[in-house]
């Protein structure tokens, strides 16, 4: 096969993986310049979810059709965004993790994102930035995301159980996942993704109430508030046995099932 010919063809595979990862966000046509064009694959389970239709235009970010979803009032009575959570959490000093902070680190993707990553909390590299995953591990998720899974990384949406970095990496302490948890399942309830990946034992077990270990939750499903989870293993715990990637990968195909997204061959 010549260069050109490879080319075109990673080009049809990314625009088709695109495509699947718009169906499973609910969108049902893409506007393409001229008439409307119809996704021509039987829908998937995930696409009769309430997610609101989505116009794409080429090369504008995606628009929403109808007004921003609100699912539940926050506790100071305004509708449940991203944006009035963040305001909410302000310049937070509920708990002691304040003091060694640099920076809040909130999240990121896309507010009406399918998946939701949720990690443990911030390394130095995402205190310095204040953004989730942007160190090393953050480096392996984000090749998970866009090589595994084949969509963009701010497609999805990625967090952490607490928003400042505990001192010295060390695990947050209950206290502080205490004080913190609210902000996370707030951000999920405006959100209401499609299926959570919880990432290693601290959100795993904070999430789903649990004391038993990501080495037994580990690709088993489990759900929280009707949304299915799959537990599977930090990324930094890749990096330090990287013979468990294969298990991520079991469980990464599983969310892509799901979805029912196709699952690359390559892994
Ligand atoms: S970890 Fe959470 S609760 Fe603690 S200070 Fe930071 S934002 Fe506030």
Redesign the pocket.
């Given at each position: 096969m010549s260069d050109i010919q490879k080319q075109f063809l990673d080009i049809l595979t990314d625009v088709r993986a695109h495509l699947e990862y718009q169906r499973a966000l609910g969108v049902k046509s893409i506007e393409a310049g001229a008439p409307n064009i119809q996704i021509p694959v039987v829908q998937p389970a995930v696409a009769s979810l309430p997610k609101e239709q989505i116009i794409l235009t080429p090369g504008a970010p995606p628009v929403a059709k109808e007004p921003e979803k609100t699912v539940a009032p926050s506790q100071t009575g305004q509708p449940l965004t991203l944006e009035s959570i963040r305001e909410e959490?302000g310049d937070?000093?509920?708990?002691?993790?304040?003091k060694g902070?640099t920076n809040?680190v909130f999240g990121e993707g896309n507010p009406k994102a399918v998946i939701v990553f949720v990690g443990e909390?911030p390394g130095f590299e995402e205190d310095q930035q204040g953004r989730p995953f942007v160190g090393a591990a953050g480096q392996l998720l984000t090749d998970i995301i866009e090589k595994g899974m084949n969509i963009k990384r701010a497609e999805v949406y990625i967090c952490n159980i607490?928003?400042?970095r505990p001192p010295n990496n060390r695990n947050?302490e209950p206290d502080?996942v205490e004080?913190?948890i609210g902000?996370v399942k707030q951000q999920i309830r405006a959100i209401h993704p499609t299926v959570i990946v919880t990432l290693g034992n601290v959100p795993t077990q904070n999430l789903l109430n649990t004391k038993q270990g990501i080495t037994k939750l580990r690709g088993v499903w489990q759900e929280y508030e009707g949304i299915p989870v799959m537990p599977t293993f930090h990324p930094s715990y890749l990096l330090r046995s990287p013979g468990e990637k294969k298990w991520v990968w079991v469980d990464i195909k599983n969310v892509l099932k799901k979805l029912g997204m196709q699952v690359p061959t390559k892994g």
């Open positions: 959490i937070c000093r509920r708990c002691k993790l304040h902070r809040i909390g607490v928003k400042c947050p502080e004080s913190c902000f």
